[in-house]
């Protein structure tokens, strides 16, 4: 049973930083597309990152490009961990973060990916 489980949001001033991490386990292979994604109140679920096939491919929104950073460690029996760091936060980046994964890329589209995590909130005050 494929299971992702986030950590490190929290609250911070503008201009600061954080870095969310995003637990994954259950899969028999690696190589996965796994993208994080956020949602403020009121809007649609959007994609801020995605990486794929264990770094080799990265892709950004153009809000978080150049501040934002997507990256994986090594996996261990298939158990790995996919982070994204936040770098110059602004209070519009405010919002729950969810990491989720499919089998292919790009996966950029919430409504096909195949596992979600819980979400890890981040508030950024001004």
């Known amino acids: 049973q494929v299971q992702l489980v986030e950590s490190g949001g929290g609250s911070v001033q503008a201009g600061g930083s954080l870095r969310l991490s995003c637990a994954v386990s259950?899969?028999?292979?690696?190589?996965?597309?796994m993208s994080w994604f956020r949602q403020a109140p009121g809007k649609e679920r959007e994609v801020v990152a995605s990486?794929?096939?264990?770094?080799?491919?990265?892709?950004?929104?153009d809000s978080v490009k150049g501040r934002f950073t997507i990256s994986q460690d090594n996996a261990k029996n298939t158990v790995y961990t996919v982070y994204l760091t936040m770098n110059s936060l602004k209070p519009e980046d405010t919002a729950m973060y969810y990491c989720?994964?499919?089998?292919?890329?790009?996966?950029?589209?919430?409504?096909?990916?195949?596992?979600w995590g819980q979400g890890t909130q981040v508030t950024v005050s001004s």
């Open positions: 259950g899969y028999k292979y690696i190589g996965h597309c």
């Open positions: 989720a994964a499919d089998d292919d890329w790009p996966c950029k589209d919430p409504r096909r990916m195949d596992y």
């Open positions: 990486i794929y096939s264990g770094g080799v491919t990265t892709w950004y929104a």
